[in-house]
């Protein structure tokens, strides 16, 4: 069960410990990197079974090199994953309590939300009921910008939202922590926070932005895949994987 | 504690309670790794190993073994006095860049310029240097951030490179010499190689250097792998 691990994968591996995430395209070409580096043999559709081995020798270290999808432009990731316990643990020594606190409370907010965002006006003000030591204002605008360099959450126009690497990480946990309040997308089956909502009260489902794309593409007239309801709302553009490479 | 002390120890726990504390051990280097930190041997007992002090070279040994199967590391005691560690790279650092991985290619020049210079040079050689590849250590990188930061500080930590003031300089200079990471991760040979491509120049007409890079492998360093596959 425990296939042979080369030095290939090590490296694999070194380069997902430094960097926490990366794209397909990225984790394609490095696997062939690794591959050429330490000549041994590269097959290009063999990246998720080349992983599947770096995994199998993690689990006893409770990690894992996992896959998932990024809620804005509908793109494979990967990213290297703690699962010592359902908690934040991998954060804490980033992290002072306070801080994590407020970051957990910036997850309910998210969670919480129709839209799956926070405003930075909202998180500012569950600063009021921390239990913790307070933090100032300058304090959370500055922790806030860490957790976006750190990729935990990304920003956009004042709005937070969970990064791509937060939701892979964090998906257990959320789902253990969440578990009335969070939602599956109807399409892949992941959990949901940026996407669209079926209006029928009975119905409700949501769909990813990047799913709601995907599937209603070439359809002239959308229809909820759950209730037959109109689906009333702007179907995106499917967004090409553009090939501007890394960064 | 004693090798039959250890023994004794072990036999009153399950295979897996051993697992799983090896599984703490390996992940507290990591978190420090992550920032090139070294870790010393009182906070590791104290923060992570806690009531299994009784079995802790066997932990130690245990997790040497997964750094050098799984993660292709080698943990390595710097400070015998101090009992710090480090984890450093079994991989060799290959010709070709990553392709993910940029800084590393910058540290790997100024190392070279070090080396190729007999081992210690002022900091202006290394500015200098770096401003011919087009990075400006007093502007702003686009990649890198703060340049000077980058050297002076963050290498600095990791080890990778020493920096030193020169005693009565007016204004106030620094050299640059190899740190402890340096010599234990980076091949000389390699350098050398690297050189001689660049220069079109046969490594050994650096006679200096050639019997630097060649003589017995550095390794000073008291190692705790086992470094068998
Ligand atoms: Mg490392
Ligand atoms: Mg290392
Ligand atoms: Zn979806
Ligand atoms: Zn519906």
């Known amino acids: 069960m425990s296939r042979q691990m080369g030095d290939n994968h090590r490296r694999f591996l070194q380069t997902m410990m430094v960097n926490g995430i990366i794209d397909e395209h ?10 050429e580096t330490h000549h041994t043999q590269y097959a290009p559709d063999k990246l998720d079974e080349f992983i599947d081995t770096i995994n199998s020798r993690l689990q006893p270290m409770f990690m894992q090199i996992r896959k998932g999808m990024s809620e804005d ?14 908690d934040i643990t991998r954060m804490s020594s980033d992290y002072a309590d306070n801080e994590l606190e407020l970051f957990r409370k910036t997850m309910d907010l998210i969670v919480g939300s129709e839209n799956g965002k926070a405003s930075s006006t909202d998180i500012l003000n569950t600063t009021d009921s921390m239990t913790t030591k307070k933090l100032k204002k300058s304090e959370t605008e500055h922790l806030l910008s860490r957790l976006v360099h750190d990729k935990w959450l990304s920003e956009k126009r004042g709005e937070y939202t969970l990064s791509t690497r937060c939701i892979i990480e964090m998906e257990p946990y959320i789902r253990t922590m969440y578990q009335d309040q969070f939602k599956e997308c109807h399409i892949c089956r992941n959990i949901a926070f940026q996407c669209q909502i079926c209006e029928n009260p009975t119905c409700g489902i949501k769909i990813h932005n990047p799913c709601v794309a995907r599937y209603f593409k070439g359809r002239s007239e959308p229809r909820c895949p759950a209730c037959d309801d109109f689906w009333p709302h702007e179907i995106p553009e499917v967004k090409r994987p553009h090939s501007q490479s890394r960064r | 504690p004693s090798t039959s002390q250890v023994q004794r120890g072990l036999e009153k726990l399950t295979p897996a309670q051993v697992d799983q504390k090896t599984a703490e051990v390996v992940q507290y280097f990591l ?9 010393r041997r009182a906070d590791l007992v104290k923060h992570v190993v806690k009531d299994y002090r009784n079995i802790y070279p066997e932990i130690l040994k ?6 050098d199967q799984v993660f292709g590391l080698k943990l390595v005691e710097i400070d015998p006095k101090n009992k710090m560690y480090i984890l450093v790279n079994n991989l060799e650092t290959p010709e070709r860049a990553s392709p993910i991985n940029p800084k590393m290619g910058l540290l ?3 190392l070279s310029v070090i080396f190729m210079k007999g081992g210690v040079v002022r900091e202006n050689l290394i500015w200098n240097t770096l401003k011919k590849l087009r990075v400006d250590p007093g502007e702003k990188h686009e990649e890198f951030g703060d340049v000077r930061k980058m050297v002076t ?4 930590r990791q ?23 340096a010599d234990a991760e980076v091949s000389k040979a390699k350098i050398l190689e690297f050189m001689g491509e660049l220069h079109d120049q046969d490594p050994k007409t650096w006679i200096q250097q050639y019997r630097e890079a060649h003589s017995t492998p550095t390794s000073s360093q008291a190692s705790t792998s086992s470094s068998q596959r």
């Open chain 1, 26 to 35: 990225g984790a394609r070409a490095l696997y062939q990197y690794c591959c």
């Open chain 1, 73 to 86: 432009n509908g793109q494979q990731y990967y990213a290297l994953v703690n699962m010592a316990e359902t």
């Open chain 2, 31 to 39: 978190v420090k790794d992550q920032k090139k930190i070294p870790v």
């Open chain 2, 62 to 67: 245990r997790a040497a073994r997964t750094f």
């Open chain 2, 108 to 110: 790997f020049v100024i």
């Open chain 2, 153 to 156: 500080d963050e290498f600095v």
């Open chain 2, 159 to 181: 080890r990778y490179l020493e920096y030193v003031r020169i005693p009565h300089t007016e204004p106030i200079e620094h050299e640059f010499r190899w740190g402890q990471r």
